[in-house]
């Protein structure tokens, strides 16, 4: 099955930098790639999603990258502030299956 | 906006005891999961369910779970048999179609602790 491996665990930037996630899935056949923000006790919101036909994909300060042939993805996030403290999922699925989640990130946005 | 709702937020049960968790998921979705998250890991996907009948279940989703839809609108996972590893936040997704057009829309989530 879909394995997603995700860096770092933990990420410190300070207000104002740039955050970048990295996701690794070993199968070649996933087509969609969701990246999830999940706050303390809360449920995983939705944030940024690429499909396996476009290379990279912005909303505002949160830009996504995918390279197939590497089976790669990462996540940028701009201009961070303490509001983008959270833990952030990447997943990786085919179609309409079960999302296969990475370990997740806990950034820290220092004031 | 529509949302996935779940309840109980929080159930706390004996060891051995079967345990029901309730899902509403958003009125037009046609596609319903199940994942739960042991506290400090990842996400970890249970079941999906279309159609009335389950598409695909992961290793975890033994012969002590079952899933039901039981009218037009809940989506239920029961758990006959409580262990003490099924200690989790589990959490309800539905998604309108298939394809890969669509995104999977996550509850609140139920934190079930076994004692």
């Known amino acids: 099955g879909e394995n997603v491996e995700q860096h770092p665990s933990t990420l410190s930037v300070q207000e104002g930098d740039s955050a970048v996630i990295k996701c690794t899935y070993s199968?070649?056949?996933?087509?969609?790639f969701p990246w999830y923000k999940q706050e303390l006790g809360k449920r995983p919101q939705l944030i940024i999603d690429?499909?396996?036909?476009?290379g990279e994909k912005k909303d505002q300060r949160i830009a996504v990258t995918l390279n197939k042939t590497a089976k790669h993805f990462s996540l940028h996030i701009t201009e961070t502030q303490p509001e983008d403290s959270a833990v952030y999922f990447c997943?990786?699925?085919?179609?309409?299956?079960?999302?296969?989640f990475g370990a997740g990130t806990t950034v820290t946005v220092r004031a | 906006e529509p949302e996935v709702t779940q309840t109980p937020s929080h159930q706390v049960t004996q060891m051995g005891q079967e345990v029901i968790l309730r899902c509403v998921p958003i009125?037009?979705?046609?596609?319903f999961y199940w994942y739960r998250q042991i506290l400090g890991q990842k996400v970890e996907f249970l079941v999906s369910f279309y159609n009335n009948e389950i598409s695909e279940k992961s290793e975890i989703f033994d012969d002590q779970f079952s899933v039901e839809r039981p009218d037009g609108s809940n989506f239920t996972l029961k758990i006959r048999s409580t262990k003490l590893e099924d200690s989790a936040m589990y959490f309800c997704a539905s998604k309108p179609s298939g394809g890969s057009t669509d995104t999977q829309y996550f509850g609140p989530g139920t934190r079930l602790t076994v004692l």
């Open positions: 199968d070649s056949a996933s087509n969609y």
């Open positions: 997943a990786a699925s085919l179609y309409d299956y079960k999302l296969s």
């Open positions: 009125s037009n979705h046609l596609y």
């Open positions: 690429i499909r396996s036909n476009v």
